[in-house]
């Protein structure tokens, strides 16, 4: 079996200027019920290196596992690689020159061990009460088409020839529903889904119960909507899949390469109403993108983005903080052990507001509860905007009343950051990206 010593050893015969090793096991566990039985079991544990050298200035890479039988071969063939690549003094690897990182940058209770003994038994009981409870949220309710439950564990350890060296174990376990709603002719399906670093309860349970189903029969019988100019309240879940727009536009190489929305400003230039506070954060133990430091070994930490309103920083890996002079961010992170590492978010917060949703739902004459924005991913990633079909619910006289859709909704995520109203205290947490619900004025709602 291959480890960090014989990689070593192997490395230093490559006569090489400087080398990186990381190497990551994973292993996840999931089963699936259909009817109160189970239908699907999965296992899977994977140990992988990643290697990246360097020689004249020039960047070699390879990745393995750790029973690979030519792993020699592909240390040679990554240094063979380098030399087609263009030398570049500022690539390095991490080497904690900078006084600010000469921190303590553990994180405590990353590890659950009530995760680790969460058995295939009880994996199936909590699978099949999420199913049991959904059934019995609504009559209309009249199957489950899946209820499943998982926990995975992760152990990372980075070490480079600059003498660093350091790891770290967390685990995780979550759960997953879908519901489908019938009444007369309609039908729709509802899903809801929860990912966390604590063990799952019986209030998480409840919660995915319940609100799968409500998310299916809420949206029975719906209504061609009217072109209206409206309040619009974003719903939270679908404010997060905005973010997951907005976060390339934050990595510090868009914006170098004018592939972002806010290319053209500057730290301190207003890019969002005075309620928006965005926030990546790694060290937040809570949320399932918590790491003490990122693939390139830099330790993470806190970063606003945008603070009240504010552009207050970008998202750098090791090379292009070097390039542009700044502080280490902790954002370089493999998406997969195919590739280089590449900057990306950790912990993407929209940080809380003090509204409450239900107070602002009954003060509204008129209104949208935005639920959906089909294919959003199609909006432009420079100038942030869109039109595209809607789906939602119509608030009148202060009531949520009935299920609207084929509309279409027009704008732009910089406007709807910009017209921000009111950020609610509703958070939704999916997966690493946390978000509560927002109202905006400005967006075009076109119906019959």
Do not use: W
Not at 87 to 110: A, G, R, T
């Amino acid at each position: 079996m291959i480890t960090f010593d014989t990689i070593i050893d192997k490395l230093k015969s490559l006569n090489i200027d400087a080398y990186e090793i990381i190497g990551k096991r994973t292993s996840k566990n999931s089963i699936t019920v259909k009817n109160g039985r189970s239908e699907d079991f999965k296992s899977s544990s994977e140990s992988v290196y990643s290697v990246r050298l360097l020689k004249d200035s020039k960047v070699g890479f390879t990745y393995f596992t750790d029973n690979s039988e030519h792993f020699d071969k592909l240390l040679i063939d990554a240094l063979n690689y380098s030399n087609f690549v263009s030398p570049d003094p500022l690539h390095s690897f991490y080497n904690n020159e900078f006084k600010y990182l000469d921190i303590d940058n553990s994180i405590p209770n990353l590890y659950d061990d009530n995760i680790s003994s969460l058995t295939t038994q009880k994996k199936f009981e909590i699978a099949c009460m999420i199913e049991e409870r959904a059934l019995k949220y609504d009559k209309r309710i009249q199957n489950v088409k899946d209820s499943g439950c998982f926990n995975g564990e992760i152990e990372v350890s980075y070490l480079n020839s600059n003498n660093i060296s350091k790891n770290y174990k967390t685990n995780y376990c979550g759960a997953g529903v879908t519901t489908v709603a019938k009444d007369n002719e309609s039908s729709m399906v509802g899903y809801e889904n929860f990912i966390s670093k604590k063990c799952i309860n019986i209030d998480n349970i409840n919660f995915l119960s319940d609100n799968a189903g409500y998310k299916a029969v809420r949206m029975l019988n719906p209504h061609k909507a009217k072109s209206l100019k409206c309040p619009v309240i974003i719903e939270n879940e679908l404010v997060g899949e905005i973010l997951t727009i907005i976060a390339p536009s934050f990595y510090a190489e868009n914006i170098e390469k004018s592939k972002s929305m806010f290319f053209k400003s500057k730290i301190g230039d207003k890019i969002a109403a005075n309620k928006i506070t965005l926030i990546d954060d790694a060290s937040d133990v809570r949320y399932i993108s918590s790491a003490p430091f990122d693939d390139e070994g830099t330790p993470t930490s806190p970063k606003y983005l945008i603070k009240s309103g504010e552009l207050n920083s970008f998202l750098y890996n090791l090379y292009y903080s070097k390039k542009h002079k700044t502080n280490y961010s902790g954002n370089a992170f493999y998406t997969s052990f195919k590739t280089l590492p590449i900057t990306t978010y950790s912990n993407f917060i929209l940080k809380e507001g003090n509204d409450d949703l239900k107070q602002s739902i009954k003060s509204l004459h008129k209104g949208i509860l935005l639920t959906n924005i089909m294919g959003l991913h199609l909006a432009d990633t420079i100038s942030g905007e869109f039109s595209l079909g809607g789906e939602g619910i119509m608030i009148e006289n202060g009531e949520l009343t009935y299920p609207i859709k084929e509309f279409v909704v027009s704008g732009s995520i910089k406007d709807i950051l910009k017209n921000c109203v009111s950020v609610f205290n509703d958070t939704k947490v999916n997966g690493s990206v946390v978000s509560p619900s927002i109202m905006v004025d400005g967006l075009g709602i076109s119906g019959n």
